[in-house]
């Protein structure tokens, strides 16, 4: 805790110097209050009253946009569509909490035009009113698939202010991807461009999912962003369809937490630009950064594109001012338990809430840079550490790591690993069931 406010304290004395987003919001303008002009009920979230948002955002983008004031209060919204020049403005203590369904998905928010293929959302934004905001998902668990934002047709965008509170649900809690429509890439507008999120929290994450998931983005700022659990940012953009790939996005002070990675850049066969990340800080979890790409394109790459190269990231990308602390609270995903410390695998156990998806152990490392064949160049300087006794600074290559099935063979000799497996069994059989009753009730309707 004491790290957590010390790295807080600093947030809020940083400038926002070059952020990507354009202030066109005007405090003089058009402003909607949804409680008084569109009869909000606080009514501790009993009751979906997205209808409410939706009418208030639609009617006001009718108008030439202006301010939407949500008042204090614990809300159910979701499925919501942003329109353009609409910014939506949550009073401090505001608590959202969307219906979860178990094996559903749900995303409250969208960024992404709803009037054809070819528009798009552009002059947005949610932001908090004199201070921070509530997402909770944190009834959820893992077998609910939970997004706070999504992210397409956008530009000009920012989001702000929001601690959302998990409960490991699947998805990351924003993905930005570009438009996987035929010919999108001719477009004005087909992926998210020129936005700011900034000063944003996620808790209690799922070690796979996170806070952002990058497929598709252009000339993006991210600043102040914190997760505890799973990966803080994720340039991952292998499943962004053909249209794939992020270009001159900036990162600064990114912050994780008994998580897997704050930082993680993994290409797939996607050509990407330039990534640009100023101030990594890792809180036992398993990396400060991991990076890898520069392989030959997978079986199912090359299914889709019989052209595919390695992906890489842009040669003027960089990495630097990267601190990562010590620490055994560290989410450790079974595939990547072999790189385990030798000396740290007895610590490894099995957590209460894993649902059959990792263990819980020591930090691993710092850096991992594991790119192939010089594919491309990822700058990496001023790497600093504390309390570690192995890989504390630039770990390069696979260090004689078990790669592939082996790495399975590794985990299953691992103490807990029974446990595990026999949760992953039992969570899948629940999903079969669930999935069961859902075609069962929609034949009888």
Known sequence: M???????????????????????MKTDGPEKNLKTDYHLVDDNAEVDQSDKLQKAIDEMSEKGGGRLIIPKGTYQFFGV?????????????????????????VCV?????????????????????NGRYTIDFSQGGSLCGARFIRCERVRNFLIADADIRDSQTGYSAMNFCPSKVN???????FRPTNGTVRDCSLFNSHHGYGLVQFHGAENLLFENLYSRGGITLRFETGSGGDYAGVFDITGK?????????????????????NVWIDGVTAISSGWAVSAGGGGPP?????????????????????????????????QIAKKGACRTPKEYIKDLKVPEDADGQYFEGASIGVVHEGILNDT???RIE???????????????????WPEGSARRRFAKELPGYEEIAARSRARGEYKKKLAAEKAANKTKK
Not at 3 to 10: G, T
Not at 82 to 92: A, F, R, T
């Open 298 to 330: 997978s079986k199912k790459d090359m299914a889709k594109n019989p052209d595919s190269k390695p992906g890489r990231f842009g040669d003027d990308s960089y990495v630097i001012n990267v601190h990562a602390i010590f620490g055994k609270t560290a």
């Open 2 to 24: 004491k790290h957590i406010l010390l790295i807080l304290v600093f947030f809020a004395c940083i400038a926002n110097s070059d952020a990507a987003y354009t202030e066109v």
């Open 109 to 129: 928010l969208t960024f992404v035009s709803d009037e054809g293929p070819e528009r798009f959302v552009e002059n947005v934004s949610i932001r908090g009113l």
């Open 183 to 189: 010919g999108a890439n001719t477009w004005e507008v």
């Open 376 to 378: 491309y160049q990822l």
């Open 81 to 105: 569509a942003m329109k353009s020049n609409v910014h939506i403005l949550l009073e401090q203590g505001t608590v959202i909490r969307p219906s979860l369904i178990k094996a559903g998905k």
């Open 253 to 273: 002070n990114i912050v994780n937490e008994n998580g897997e990675t704050a930082v993680a850049l993994y290409p797939h066969a996607v050509q990407n630009g």
């Open 382 to 400: 001023n790497v600093t550490s504390e309390g570690f006794k192995y890989n504390d600074g630039i770990v390069r290559g696979d260090q004689g």
